[in-house]
């Protein structure tokens, strides 16, 4: 109950026993924490409340129902008003003043539940096998969420409301991963105490998330100018400069060569030698890390951590840079720990090299390449694997010119992507599979996330045979999926999208299809669902282009990388 309906309940309790002595109705009132005031009676002309008592009652009502107004538009409006209570009886906030509190209580709370990942992880590196589990997978997204609601409240990294929504997006979708990596832990390891904290901080992000939408009224604007070259303006003129050079042209920070020719015979060592200018974002590739990898195999497994910011991976070309992994889920890996290159610092770059889990099709899980890393960009590499094979994981990323091969969910997660201009082919599962180009992970409705598939083309395998084939299928209840201009053959089965289980975010989804041309792109035999917009308007479409989805005339142009803003 809020002071304000203390004090409302207190006044009528006075007035019924208005024959009691006021020293006795004062008495009481002080010893229930009440102002103490003198009230009319019939005998009497006292003044109602003293004008202190009144006005405070006052603001305190304003606030409260500021804060239950607020709250209300959330999905968790318990939560919110838990998060705001500080707040209760204070002079009015303003709705910016209650997402700044919303969100200082939601990094609070990720600072405790990231606490109790990092006691339960030593706990389990004493007694365990030593291999990473779902709980260090934890504690890991919790850091970088901790650094990306840290963001959100900096005024000079939040630079735009579009800045603001991609990183509580990416927050949020940090702790689904998380519950996600905790099924692969017992029990006794601490399992259900840190889903119930993880499901809380969840409720508490979203929320978040939530009041800005409101506070910005959807709108989410990013800027999108278009430069003179046709590239968006968030990669530096050096960047747009590397991406359109060759190997030879370019002054690598670091040389990866197996026979010894370079400064480093593997790219971990070439990592670690960048990693202190990486952090700081220097570099001599104007403020980026460069790491040529010349031709070779490299058996690695590729990690590049949120503090380390724009590194570039350069290759000789497809099929000549390769680097190989086999981790995988039936092994015992997390999904989120099977990548052979996972990309999590911000503005990673990779150019020229072919990235493989070569774990197979009957191996369940197994991910080539993850990328979690903000306006990252994906250039002419080819990325091969079967299940789960990209995972294009949070915040914003553009693939162009790119080779992806795989068989179930094989381009799944939770980012704002775009592909443009890249080949995606479906390849021959395991007995009795069916293949799902995407699944889409959106899972709040207020999350600024999907997959845009844009001027590709997709064709089957030759050895694909008549295995069912669909555009995706909803991983999460808003999973977003939109296909454009785009060439389908015939492996595309007539219906289009796939079911995830039963009638599961089939109203909730948002597929659709635009202007697609080749034989699996008649729309006439796919599916009714109410999420399903086979047909997509020019306008609606625009939505998911480059400029309109990821806001990419802000930042792309800078890479160098080709691009088309529009339909």
Same mark, same amino acid.
């Given at each position: 109950?809020?002071?304000?309906? @203390? ?38 002309? !006292? ?375 890249? !080949? ?48 995706? @299928? ?94």
């Amino acid at each position: 109950m809020s002071m304000y309906e @203390r004090v409302s309940s207190k006044k009528k309790f006075i007035m019924w026993a208005c024959t009691i002595s006021t020293v006795l109705i004062l008495t009481i009132i002080k010893q229930a924490g009440a102002e103490p005031k003198v009230l009319a009676s019939s005998h009497h002309s !006292f003044s109602t409340v003293s004008r202190p008592a009144a006005a405070a009652a006052a603001t305190t009502t304003k606030t409260s129902s500021a804060v239950a107004s607020a709250c209300a538009a959330t999905l968790y409006p318990n939560a919110c008003e838990s998060a705001l209570a500080s707040v209760a009886g204070a002079p009015t906030k303003s709705a910016k003043e209650l997402f700044d509190i919303s969100v200082q209580s939601a990094m609070t709370r990720a600072h405790s539940v990231r606490a109790m990942a990092y006691n339960l992880t030593l706990k389990h590196q004493k007694t365990g096998s030593g291999r990473p589990t779902g709980m260090d997978d934890c504690l890991e997204l919790l850091d970088i969420s901790v650094d990306q609601l840290n963001d959100v409240l900096n005024p000079k990294t939040s630079s735009s409301p579009h800045d603001v929504k991609t990183w509580l997006s990416a927050a949020l979708t940090n702790q689904a991963t998380c519950r996600d990596s905790l099924d692969t832990v017992d029990a006794s390891d601490g399992r259900d105490a840190m889903s119930a904290q993880v499901e809380s901080l969840t409720q508490f992000i979203g929320n978040s998330l939530a009041l800005h939408k409101k506070l910005d009224g959807g709108k989410g604007s990013g800027g999108r100018k278009l430069l003179s070259d046709g590239f968006p303006a968030w990669l530096s003129a050096g960047d747009r400069k590397l991406l359109q050079a060759s190997p030879e042209d370019i002054r690598a920070d670091a040389v990866v060569a197996k026979d010894g020719s370079g400064t480093h015979k593997t790219i971990n060592e070439a990592i670690a030698f960048v990693s202190p200018a990486a952090a700081s974002g220097g570099g001599g590739g104007g403020g980026r890390s460069v790491i040529y990898v010349k031709a070779g195999t490299y058996n690695e497994y590729i990690k590049i951590p949120t503090k380390q910011k724009n590194v570039m991976l350069m290759g000789d070309g497809k099929g000549k840079s390769v680097i190989v992994g086999s981790r995988n889920a039936a092994n015992g890996y997390t999904t989120y720990g099977t990548a052979t290159v996972a990309a999590m610092g911000a503005g990673f770059i990779a150019k020229g090299l072919t990235i493989i889990n070569n774990s197979g099709p009957s191996k369940s899980q197994g991910v080539a390449l993850r990328v979690g890393a903000d306006k990252s960009v994906i250039y002419q590499c080819s990325i091969q694997g079967y299940q789960d094979t990209l995972y294009t994981h949070s915040n914003r990323q553009f693939y162009s010119e790119d080779d992806i091969y795989g068989t179930v969910d094989f381009i799944f997660g939770n980012s704002a992507v775009v592909f443009q201009n890249c !080949f995606i082919q479906p390849r021959k599962p395991g007995g009795g599979q069916r293949n799902s180009i995407t699944a889409q992970g959106r899972l709040d409705p207020n999350q600024n996330t999907g997959i845009s598939i844009h001027r590709c083309r997709i064709v089957g395998a030759s050895d694909l045979g008549g295995t069912p084939t669909y555009l995706g @299928r909803p991983w999460h209840k808003y999973s977003r999926t939109v296909v454009m201009e785009t060439y389908m053959d015939g492996s595309i089965n007539s219906a289009g999208w796939e079911p995830w289980s039963g009638s599961f975010a089939l109203s909730t989804l948002y597929y659709g299809e635009y202007a697609n041309t080749g034989p699996g792109a008649s729309t006439s035999g796919r599916v009714r669902w109410p999420g399903v917009h086979s047909s997509l308007s020019a306008a609606e479409a625009s939505k998911f282009t480059v400029a309109g989805f990821i806001f990419g005339d802000s930042w792309l142009p800078g890479t160098g990388v080709s691009y088309t803003a529009g339909l």
